[in-house]
């Protein structure tokens, strides 16, 4: 065979071979790229179940940031910081064992742990990825654990597998001021009273989620949902005359003042708000508590008796602390009542304005002798001289000429025997706690004329007496005025909620006027700010049993007189006295305290401008028809 033939015959079976490894080649990436495709399309969720089991996962709560309660100015009365937990991952430190000293000795070093425990708890955790080592350590402390771990680091051994999970813990920083109105929560964010427990779902937020594994070298391929935070509630509260209020009642309690310690009684109250609009501005009762330690005794208990309490009994004086006594408390309110009845007469008609009452000192209804205030009498008196002495005997009189039929429906129009709704928690009904016109009788009529034999709240009272002296308009007492995102938006707003009308505006004329010589001339004197015209009216309600000698005094107020701006309550449930029917004592209060908040709002002295006292217009001579529509 000649070369060239060869040659040709060489080519020939080198192409043939290099065709069939082409063509195994081709055959066997055809194979692979259809077995492929069938695990993809038959098996491949079972392969990539395989392979993230393999892989280590986390799932990490965000927590949200519970809002902030603030007052009318901004100031924050309740907020949540941040706090951390300390994590240990034994499962990646005990994979890096050149960074075990190092990392245990930072731990040691800055949280001052005991160095043998923490390598116990990494032996005998081994596989653990979420061990907590501290809770609630603070931000400083986190801080300082970093720059210490830059300062040890190196490229063989440094610190590794500690990590921080943030949470956030619930802090009151003015501790027991307006305890009652703001509240406390417990764990979980839930609110337990005041303020926290209302508006509970507005002040939470959603808790947000880190998903994710950790690789081999602890780096974290992660997906963030972000927390979305709880609303700010902006209150009505005026932190300002919040503490005016406070300190006032506690030097009346327990404070030194004057080289005198205070007087003290079971239970004090103050209400001051706006009666044009319900605006709370202060709501305080004593005694109270620290909301940082909602359960701390240790201020009005000894050691030795805290321990010899059960915990029923404990528990129980928890709940009498943590009640606040303007909304959840009843009580007869006395001679605080009587300008509703006179209201009520001269409103309707029934009664003109000019009338005059003689005062034995005492009435015979029903078969009962029901005294006055005065056991001898005031003589002759004008409706305008029975509410400035306070006169039973007159007051009376007048239920007899109003009737149980009006007399019980204007009760329903001022809002006794109904809640006022304020966005408080726990406010006490009174339905049961008041006459109908089917079981009141003569003497209940008589009695509840002078505010006894019938329960109202402080809240419910103040809200009815802002009526009679803004020109009958009965508002919604409350304590939210705004709502805010976590950005700062106003999310809602809660402005002056005008529910209906009580009385007319002449008749509300009268009522000034009345109030105004009574504070001038009347019970309510010892109430009077220098410089200022003030209206107010006292009360001393006896309690059950009668007899007892157990009273509840009490002065509900407001400046100036002809263009109220301000209305206190004040309540002194039994003083620590022998003879405890001293209005003078609320009326001593509530001037304390009006002294310094009347020009803290740029209310100034009115007492010798023109204009200035109330001034009287005929009474129209019936209202019913307006008001009931008959």
């Known amino acids: 065979m000649s070369p060239k033939s060869k040659n040709r015959m060489f080519k020939r079976t080198i192409n043939t071979k290099l065709m069939v490894v082409l063509v195994i080649i081709f055959a066997a990436l ?23 089991n393999q892989q280590e996962y986390s799932s990490i709560t965000i927590p949200y940031k519970r809002g902030d309660i603030v007052d009318r100015n901004g100031s924050i009365l309740a907020t949540s910081a941040d706090v951390y937990n300390v994590i240990l991952d034994c499962k990646v430190l005990n994979a890096k064992s050149d960074c075990i000293d190092v990392t245990m000795n930072a731990l040691a070093e800055v949280f001052e742990l005991d160095e043998h425990e923490l390598r116990n708890k990494l032996s005998e955790n081994k596989t653990s990825q ?72 507005t002040l939470n937020g959603i808790n947000g989620r880190q998903y994710g594994y950790l690789d081999s070298d602890n780096d974290y391929q992660k997906n963030i949902i972000n927390p979305t935070d709880g609303h700010t509630l902006c209150t009505t509260l005026d932190i300002n005359v919040q503490m005016i209020v406070e300190q006032k009642i506690k030097e009346f309690n327990d404070g ?11 239970n004090t109250a103050v209400m001051v708000m706006d009666p044009n609009s319900g605006e709370i501005y202060a709501m305080a009762s004593y005694p109270t508590f620290d909301l940082n330690a909602p359960r701390d005794l240790s201020a009005y208990y000894s050691e030795e008796q805290l321990d010899e309490m059960e915990d029923e009994e404990k528990l129980n004086i928890l709940n009498d602390l943590w009640n606040n006594f303007c909304v959840t408390s009843t009580y007869e309110p006395g001679s605080t009542a009587k300008p509703f009845t ?80 304020i966005d408080l928690p726990g406010e006490a009904r009174t339905d049961s706690l008041i006459y109908t016109i089917d079981n009141m009788n003569a003497a209940s009529l008589a009695t509840n004329a002078f505010g006894q034999n019938f329960n109202c709240t402080m809240v419910q009272l103040a809200a009815a007496f802002s009526s009679l002296i803004n020109g009958g308009n009965y508002y919604r007492p409350h304590v939210m005025k705004e709502c805010w995102t976590a950005e700062g938006r106003v999310e809602e707003q809660l402005d002056s909620y005008l529910i209906r009308q009580t009385i007319s505006e002449e008749t509300s004329r009268y009522l000034r006027k009345y109030l105004y010589t009574t504070v001038q001339v009347g019970t309510g004197h010892s109430a009077k700010v220098d410089g200022y015209t003030m209206g107010g009216k006292t009360g001393t309600a006896e309690k059950l049993p009668r007899g007892n000698k157990k009273y509840l005094v009490s002065f509900i107020g407001f400046a100036p007189a002809n263009n109220p701006k301000l209305l206190i309550y004040v309540i002194i449930d039994e003083p620590n006295l022998e003879n405890q029917a001293q209005s003078s004592l609320a009326t001593g209060l509530a001037k304390e305290i009006m002294s310094e908040i009347l020009p803290y709002f740029n209310i100034y002295p009115d007492e010798d401008k023109e204009g200035s006292v109330p001034t009287l217009t005929p009474p129209e001579e019936d209202y019913e028809e307006d008001i009931f529509g008959n």
């Open 30 to 52: 055809l194979f692979l790229v259809g077995r492929i495709i069938y695990i993809q399309m038959v098996k491949g969720e079972r392969y990539k179940r395989i392979v993230l």
């Open 256 to 266: 030194l003042k004057d080289g005198e310690y205070g007087l003290g009684s079971k």
């Open 130 to 201: 979420y061990l907590v080592l501290l809770k609630k350590v603070s931000f400083d402390k986190v801080r300082e654990f970093d720059e210490y771990k830059e300062s040890v680091d190196t490229k063989k051994s440094y610190v590794t597998g500690v990590w921080f999970e943030k949470e956030y813990i619930r802090t009151y920083p003015y501790g027991s001021l307006a305890a009652n109105v703001i509240g406390f929560i417990t764990s979980g964010n839930e609110g337990v009273t005041g303020l926290e427990k209302y508006y509970n779902d």
């Open 342 to 421: 006179v209201a009520t007469g001269l409103d309707m008609g029934k009664l003109t304005g000019n009338e005059t009452y003689y005062c034995d000192g005492y009435e015979m209804v029903g078969g009962h002798k029901i005294k006055c205030v005065n056991h001898s009498g005031h003589g002759v008196e004008t409706i305008e001289q029975a509410i400035n002495n306070s006169c039973n005997d007159a007051l009376m009189q007048m239920s007899r000429v109003i009737g149980v039929d009006a007399f019980t429906r204007y009760q329903a129009i001022f809002g006794f025997g109904k809640k006022t709704n």
